[in-house]
């Protein structure tokens, strides 16, 4: 009954168009109510408390170093480089797309700001030199989510501060699960690149790729120091992400000298904007994450998946398609900020690693951006490119299967993720 109140009243306040935010709060308070433990003053010491947190300092960071390099110029080189080094392979604009995302994933972060970076770079590119646009839409939005995977990674960072479990190894244990992603829409494009007779452009010369490296380098730079610093503690994964949003402010203002004094005030504005919405939902997440251990729902969790106990790669295929079905109807956040206090308690009474959950639940709610009918990231490719939501759907299907593909390949074996993860750790 607890159960069906909590999920009831949240999907029903969904269901009307009550924000996602707002809807937590309400199924908090419902199931306040069904305990007898209604206190408006216990409601807002858990919204605050949801928001006052070290780790989730990070966040308006990277979300501030993502803004400044759309704006400042690292973005446009880090394409460019992509364009020199692989655009003129067969389908090469869209292997350009794929390995630029790799690269815009390890600055900032964030699968939204990225989509929006290639789209508006990369397709008006793809669509003139005569590739479909709805796959060339399709292939840029499944090549954007590889960026919650890819440390630095605001998912990382939500799923961390709710799980309690270390960021940093999460950030880590990310690179390789990653660069699959992105190996995995490669191989897709290629088959489907065959079947469009492109003519792709001329091989650039050894002196342009030079000179892209060279303009390219102080970007290139950002995800060395995060990573290396990380790696060598040099500092939190919190410090990391201030590093990264100076470094780029630095680099936007002084080096590549693109980023005007008179933009700083919007860059900040949308960062801040962006921010909000994400820390309002941690903080109204807060709620029903602890009415969720005051209930005692996760006991009820792992009573009802105790016969999978014994089976750790059953139980966290049944999760992944779980988490799979409640991505096609919401979006990342709030995913990771209901899900992760309920699932949390079976993974460890299962015994399977936590950072190793955290890569593949992360994967799979970075997937869900791209899953009809609510895929986030398929509404900004579609934004961008003017173009409809039916088509980005159709165009995203064979990149979506192939990610699909790599993550169940990691639930039947853990070693994918759990070894680079150890080697990385040192």
Same mark, same amino acid.
């Given at each position: ?160 501060? %709710? $799980?309690? #479990? +270390? ?5 880590? @244990?990310? *690179? ?6 992105? /190996? ?99 903080? %109204? $997440?807060? #709620? +029903? ?5 005051? @209930?005692? *729902? ?6 009802? /998946? ?121």
């Amino acid at each position: 009954m607890t159960v069906f109140i909590f999920l009831g009243s949240l999907l029903a306040a969904m269901a009307i168009g009550v924000p996602i935010a707002y809807a937590l709060l309400l199924s908090g308070v419902a199931l306040m109510w069904h305990l007898d433990l209604y206190d408006a003053q216990i409601l807002a010491q858990n919204v605050i408390n949801g928001a006052d947190s070290f780790p989730l300092l990070a966040v308006p960071f990277f979300m501030l170093a993502g803004e400044i390099m759309n704006v400042g110029g690292l973005s446009r080189r880090i394409v460019n480089l992509a364009l020199t080094l692989v655009g003129h392979h067969r389908g090469g604009l869209g292997f350009v797309a794929i390995v630029a995302a790799c690269m815009l994933a390890a600055l900032s972060g964030s699968a939204v700001a990225d989509t929006a970076a290639l789209a508006a770079l990369l397709l008006p590119m793809m669509v003139k030199a005569g590739h479909d646009k709805a796959t060339a839409g399709g292939l840029i939005a499944s090549a954007g989510i590889i960026a919650p995977v890819i440390p630095p990674s605001i998912g990382f960072v939500i799923f961390g501060v %709710a $799980a309690n #479990v +270390s960021i940093g190894k999460l950030f880590l @244990a990310g *690179i390789v699960p990653g660069l699959l992603m992105g /190996l995995s829409i490669a191989v897709a494009w290629y088959f489907v690149s065959k079947r469009e007779n492109i003519t792709p452009p001329p091989k650039a010369s050894t002196a342009d790729r030079l000179q892209a490296l060279k303009e390219s380098t102080w970007a290139l730079g950002l995800p060395v120091i995060v990573v290396l610093g990380l790696k060598m503690g040099v500092f939190t994964p919190t410090e990391a992400a201030v590093v990264a949003a100076v470094y780029a402010l630095a680099v936007s203002l002084f080096v590549y000298r693109e980023l005007k004094l008179d933009k700083l005030p919007a860059v900040f504005i949308n960062a801040a904007k962006t921010t909000a919405v994400i820390m309002f939902l941690v903080a %109204a $997440a807060m #709620v +029903s994450a602890w009415l969720i251990t005051v @209930a005692d *729902i996760p006991s009820k969790m792992i009573s009802l /998946l105790e016969p999978l106990m014994d089976n750790p790669t059953l139980l966290l295929l049944a999760i992944m398609l779980l988490v799979i079905a409640v991505g096609t109807a919401m979006d990342m956040t709030p995913t990771i900020l209901i899900l992760t206090p309920v699932l949390m308690p079976v993974v460890k009474a299962a015994g399977i690693d936590p950072v190793y959950f955290g890569v593949l639940f992360i994967m799979n709610n970075a997937i869900g951006l791209i899953t009809p009918p609510v895929g986030t990231v398929l509404n900004v490719v579609a934004g961008v490119g003017k173009m409809k939501m039916d088509e980005v759907t159709r165009g995203v299907l064979p990149f979506m299967t192939a990610q699909f593909i790599v993550m169940f390949l990691m639930v039947f074996f853990p070693a994918i993720v759990t070894v680079p993860a150890k080697w990385f750790a040192g």
